[in-house]
């Protein structure tokens, strides 16, 4: 089965732009999460999808949404570009929710000029 | 809301074992994973638990205490590729995910 895929692997905006990221699940996985992780930081759950249902979305402010199509393809867009959303981006798929067995993307590199 | 907590450092030596422990709070607590990440790679899944009691897969081994809302992932035989961080996560019934800050572990030959 082929793996998470993240699109594209490296960005560079600048501030107040705006971004879309996408993440295509392991095939059969329902189930999509968006973590950031910033160097030396661990990864803040940004929200999670399943069957195209925003189920949980954590603490970040209403610049950052997303959604999910019924093939469980995932896009994450972030409007307003600010510098501390460097950070890289990640997607994860599981087969169910909740989701405890997760497998991760190689993630999104985002640089904010 | 949810927090974690895993020591930031641990190091070892070839050969040996290292325990890495993990406690949390949580409302609406669903299990614990845990996931290595290499430099510059992606988090991978190691192990889960969703009840009490240890869970074994190879080399690691990973336990669950839900009344001590502790939890504590086990490498044995540890090789110099062991060397990475390693993340505790809780999981709620509402879907969400909740990672730990990570703990270095360095294995040292």
């Known amino acids: 089965k082929a793996g998470v895929t993240q699109t594209p692997r490296y960005l560079i905006k600048t501030r107040g732009q705006q971004v879309t990221l996408s993440c295509s699940p392991i095939s059969g996985h329902r189930s999509v999460s968006w973590y950031q992780q910033t160097p030396g930081q661990g990864l803040q759950f940004l929200f999670e999808?399943?069957?195209?249902?925003?189920?949980n979305k954590g603490n970040f402010p209403g610049r950052f949404s997303g959604r999910q199509f019924s093939n469980s393809r995932s896009e994450m867009n972030v409007s307003t570009l600010e510098l501390g959303d460097s950070a890289l981006y990640l997607c994860?798929?599981?087969?169910?929710?909740?989701?405890?067995?997760?497998?991760f993307g190689p993630g999104t590199r985002l640089t904010v000029t | 809301g949810q927090s974690l907590e895993q020591p930031s450092e641990v190091t070892a030596v070839e050969g040996a074992i290292v325990q890495i422990n993990c406690t949390y709070q949580?409302?609406?607590?669903?299990?614990l994973s845990w996931y290595q990440q290499h430099d510059g790679g992606a988090p991978t899944f190691l192990s889960y638990?969703?009840?009490?009691g240890l869970e074994e897969t190879g080399r690691f081994s990973s336990f669950l205490s839900r009344s001590d809302s502790y939890g504590y992932l086990l490498l044995q035989e540890l090789q110099m590729k062991d060397s990475a961080s390693y993340f505790c996560a809780v999981s709620t019934n509402a879907g969400k995910s909740t990672f730990g800050d990570g703990t270095t572990l360095t294995v040292k030959p």
């Open positions: 638990n969703g009840l009490d």
């Open positions: 949580t409302s609406g607590f669903y299990g």
């Open positions: 999808y399943f069957s195209e249902t925003q189920r």
């Open positions: 994860a798929s599981s087969v169910t929710s909740p989701s405890y067995e997760q497998y």
